[in-house]
């Protein structure tokens, strides 16, 4: 199915406390298949031991915890799930997998996507120091030791958005050994995030006042991840303050 501005994907978590709305999702799928939409449902099980095991680790009740042991538990889930493990697409044996290695399994085998780091979303702000350090961001990187724009009459009143301040910016030769050596530290960094299942990696890049070399250098940096596969977004935290 492609997509368009009435058609998007989604996805759908279940289990068993969710109990009462499985004769809806039976209704649902036989709707999916009416029109002919594609799906696919994936199951998730473990073996019994390391269910126990897990439960035990996050001294978490069993949603069923009124059937008995935790082992009567289990059974009476298996067997109210059994109908909707009958109409898997796929069942993914979860025991031997870590949350972050499941992540990856899932996203192979439904996408066909097995490189882990382009799963990793990468949000790339650019702030102002004079408007305090971002708290939200997992790497800051200073860039005030490049040379400033502010203090060019003509480019003052512009932004890092600005080509003519962006070129000002990018053109010194400490600006593209930075940029070099800040690039291949970033994508080194990546996969090791990557592998602890982190989703988002914040990195903060600022300047005095968020105008002009944060801004360029968060744009040239968003570019180049984006011409080399990398999901990001970036976003000027401070550019209007400054402006």
Known sequence: MKKNEEQRDFAVAMDVRGKEYFSDLSDAISWLDKKDYPYKIVFLECEDTVLVRRFSETRRRHPLADQGSIYDSIAYERRLLAHIRELAHLIVDTSLLKPAELKVHLNTVLTGDSDAQHLLSIDIMSFG?????????????????????????????????????????????????????????????????????????????????????????????????????????????DLQAAL
């Open 129 to 237: 120091y004079k408007y305090g350090v971002p708290n939200d961001a997992d790497i800051i990187f200073d860039v005030r030791f490049l040379p400033n724009p502010f203090y060019i009459d003509e480019l003052r009143e512009y932004t890092g958005l600005d080509q003519k301040v962006a070129e000002y910016v990018l053109n010194w030769q400490q600006t593209k050994d930075f940029l070099n050596k800040f690039y291949d530290l970033i994508v080194g960094l990546l996969p090791a995030y990557s592998a602890e299942g982190k989703a988002r990696l914040t990195i903060g890049i600022g300047c005095t006042g968020g105008q002009h070399r944060s801004v360029a250098i968060s744009c040239n940096l968003g570019q180049r991840l984006s011409d080399d596969g990398f999901k990001n977004q970036v976003r000027h935290r």
